[in-house]
């Protein structure tokens, strides 16, 4: 066995490393890419270093830490402008974290226009969520995006997919199952769809209007127990150190869904992003009527001080980092690009018997590249927890130190 002593410092040791060495490079910006006669290997990695945690809260002190919040590595592969194939593998989180395959993925892209994936991978559907770990404008989503989507989308999902995407438009429709790895969620099946349209894109203004569902039709079953599904998440930032006081324990269910709207305005420098979210339970539970209704929803505000803005991306309908307007060097105008933010956010898990909890959270963080492919952030949020005997009020603080390519 690992001593998880021994183990956290290897993986704080072995990610400052990572980030000295591609400092010591970041003049240069190349990130190796291996070319072969109709063949295109490019690396990939997301790999962040969170520390931090609550700096206040009652009744429980909920404390702070350190921990290899994702360790994702591996490749991804073009053939022939014809055939995609992703191989990311998971080394956390870390210490103790589950190890799984992330991305696991076949697409076919040649037919302009049209992608058609299989695999182990992340079905599109909301707009938070389809942007990249490394590209979200906090360090964690908000827990609305995090509740919905894992019911029968996020990452790390077996699941195929058809879409299809231009400069002013994206539609996807999945089919899915359980998440790759250690759980106990492979008998689940469900589908996912997301369709995003730009009413308006000049140079100036982008208007970003969605509408995302997903249903799982048939929950996962546990060895020995019924179908059930659970709704939770952390508050926001999580050092490793948090039990998730917005929980709803195992609802045991027929079916269960979510649908929402997702906006967004690009203007200039600033960005505005909201989405919101109705969950749906079909249960078994004689307490609960035969149906549970949740929501919750939020609004993001950010501004890029120094460098080119966040852009729309049309084959995940989302938004990228910001990154330097000037060719790429150690530091864009001298200091790096930089962008504040603000977000508030809420999710009600209460419905009839079921007293999952009510959060709220303020937040703001700054982020700084150093480098197109560094990434530092400090973020502090105050929040509280109500409606359930894990009553929570905290204020938080976590910084993201960032490599990703």
Known sequence: MRDPVSGRSGIMWGACLSLLLVCGRAHAQAVPTVTLPGITI?????????????????????????RGARLRNGVRMNIHQQVEIGAIWDFGPAPNGPMRLFEGQVS???????VFTAGVFKPSFGLESMQAQGDTIFVERAS???????LAAGIE??????????????????????????GQDGNQRGMAFRLVGLPVRTHALLVHLGFSGEWA???AAMTGSGPAVSLSDNPEINPGTVSKYLHTGRLYADSAGAFGVEAAVAWKRLLFQGEGYDLLVNTRMPTAGGQLRFHGWYGDLAYTLNGRPRA????SAAFSSPTCDHARHVACNGYGVLEVAARYSQVDLQSGAVHGGNQKIAALAVNWWPTDIVRVTLEYEYGQVTGNSRAERFQGIMSLFQVKF
């Open 42 to 66: 490019r690396p990939y990695a997301t790999d962040q270093l969170d520390v931090g945690g609550f700096a206040q809260s009652t009744p429980t002190p909920m404390g702070t830490g350190a």
């Open 108 to 114: 076919y892209v040649g037919l302009k226009h049209f």
């Open 144 to 150: 609305i995006s995090t509740v919905t989507r894992n």
């Open 157 to 182: 999902r077996q699941a195929v997919q058809a879409e299809t995407y231009g400069r002013r438009y994206h539609l996807a429709i999945s089919a899915t199952a359980g998440t790759a790895g250690p």
């Open 217 to 219: 039709f048939r929950p």
């Open 312 to 315: 729309w991306k049309g084959r």
